[in-house]
C-alpha cells in the first residue's frame, strides 16, 4: 500500500539556521510533491509545488528537491525564523482527479 | 472572496446524535474534500468529489454520509455518532492547475467531540 514518512519528532533548530525536513514515499510514483504548512488550529496551507521532471524548486527562503529515484523530497527554510515554527506537511500527488495523499507532518521549532 | 468555509467551528455530541458538517467554496473549484485529522495520524481522507454530482469513498468513510448539493457546497452527516469520531474534520476544494495538479484550498476546520 502507498506510504508516506516524515519525521514524526519535533525538529527544534536555531534562528538563522536552515532547516531540512524530510519526506519519504513507497509504492506509487507520483506527478506532483506538495508541502504545506499548517498552524495550530487552522488548516493547511499549500505553500510550494515540485513536479516529477523538476530536481528543485524555490520561493523566498523556502527551497524543494524532488528524487524520484530515491523516492524522496527535502523541504529546506533558510535563514528560519520563529514565525517559521509550524508543522509542515508533504503530499505527492498523482495529478489528473487522483485524490492527493498527506503525510503525518512534521513539527518544525525555531528557537530565538 | 471567503475561500473555503465550514460550519460548526466547535460541536459536542452525545453517541447516538446526528449531525451534519457544512462546508461551501467560492472559487469554482470542481473538486471538493472530507478530511478527518487526528493527532499521530495525520490528515486522513473520508469523502471526496471530483466534480458535481459525484462522491467517492476515501480511506476512513465508514459512519459517514456526504452530498454534493451544487458546486460551491459539499456536506459530512454523520447518522450515528460514536466516540471514535471525535476528531477535527476539514473540508477543502481544488482544481486541476496547469499541467494536472490538485493544489487544495482547505477551511478552518470543525472540532467535534462525541462524548
Known amino acids: 500500500s502507498q506510504k508516506i514518512e516524515q519525521n514524526s519528532e519535533a525538529l527544534n533548530i536555531q534562528e538563522g539556521k536552515t532547516a531540512t525536513l524530510t519526506c519519504n514515499y513507497t509504492?506509487?510514483?507520483?506527478?506532483?510533491l506538495q508541502w504545506y504548512r499548517q498552524d495550530p488550529g487552522r488548516g493547511p496551507v499549500f505553500l510550494l509545488l515540485?513536479?516529477?521532471?523538476?530536481k528543485e524548486k524555490r520561493k523566498e527562503r523556502l527551497k524543494v528537491t524532488f528524487d524520484t529515484t530515491l523516492k524522496q523530497s527535502l523541504f529546506h527554510i533558510t535563514a528560519s525564523q520563529p514565525a517559521d515554527s509550524a508543522t509542515y506537511l508533504c503530499?505527492?500527488?498523482?495529478?489528473?482527479?487522483?485524490?492527493?495523499?498527506f503525510g503525518t507532518g512534521t513539527k518544525l521549532q525555531v528557537i530565538p | 472572496n471567503a475561500g473555503v468555509t465550514q460550519t460548526p467551528k466547535f460541536q459536542v455530541l452525545k453517541t447516538g446524535q446526528s449531525m451534519t458538517l457544512q462546508c461551501a467554496q467560492d472559487m469554482n473549484h470542481n473538486s471538493m474534500y472530507w478530511y478527518r485529522q487526528d493527532p499521530g495520524m495525520g490528515l486522513r481522507l473520508i469523502y471526496y468529489s471530483a466534480s458535481e454530482g459525484t462522491t467517492d469513498k476515501g480511506e476512513v468513510p465508514n459512519g459517514y454520509n456526504v452530498s454534493r448539493l451544487n458546486k460551491r457546497e459539499f456536506s459530512l452527516r454523520l447518522e450515528s455518532a460514536a466516540p471514535s469520531q471525535t476528531s477535527v474534520y476539514f473540508c477543502?476544494?481544488?482544481?486541476?492547475?496547469?499541467?494536472?495538479?490538485?493544489?487544495?484550498?482547505f477551511g478552518p476546520g470543525t472540532r467535534l467531540t462525541v462524548l
Open positions: 509504492n506509487y510514483s507520483p506527478a506532483y
Open positions: 477543502a476544494s481544488s482544481d486541476q492547475g496547469q499541467g494536472g495538479y490538485n493544489e487544495q484550498f
Open positions: 515540485i513536479r516529477e521532471n523538476e
Open positions: 503530499a505527492p500527488d498523482s495529478g489528473g482527479y487522483q485524490k492527493v495523499t
